[in-house]
């Protein structure tokens, strides 16, 4: 069975920091992953990607020093380091996999992933 399973959020104040886990199940073929986020009226944004077996790592500019994406093959979870949190970094945070070739540029575009979780809560404090 296909299913991606996040874990991590909370709450936070202002410059702290959270690390996001995002577990695949041995079932789910991925030749990309991400990171996507959604606040209440806002659409969803990609915020990090990376190739399954490449090294090649992609962020949104709002995050970008920040954050950091990694990926830990042999226990099929990708990670979201995110450090220097700020408010507007609030929101429901999505993990997201794709099956299949994906350019770079579609990386953060929602309906090129097969596969999400079912979100996990980050909520920032000022």
């Known amino acids: 069975q296909v299913q991606l399973e996040e874990s991590g959020g909370g709450s936070v104040q202002a410059g702290g920091s959270l690390r996001l886990s995002c577990a695949a199940s041995?079932?789910?073929?991925?030749?990309?992953m991400a990171w996507f986020r959604q606040a209440p009226g806002k659409e969803r944004e990609g915020v990090a990607a990376?190739?399954?077996?490449?090294?090649?790592?992609y962020y949104a500019d709002s995050v970008k020093g920040r954050f950091t994406i990694s990926q830990d093959n042999a226990k099929n979870t990708v990670y979201l380091q995110m450090n220097s949190l700020e408010p507007e970094d609030t929101a429901m945070y999505y993990c997201?996999?794709?099956?299949?070739?994906?350019?770079?540029?579609?990386?953060?575009?929602?309906?090129?992933?097969?596969?999400w979780g079912q979100g996990t809560q980050v909520t920032v404090s000022s």
């Open positions: 041995e079932y789910t073929p991925r030749n990309s």
């Open positions: 990376i190739y399954t077996y490449g090294s090649g790592t």
């Open positions: 997201a996999a794709k099956n299949g070739w994906i350019t770079y540029r579609d990386l953060f575009h929602p309906d090129e992933y097969n596969y």
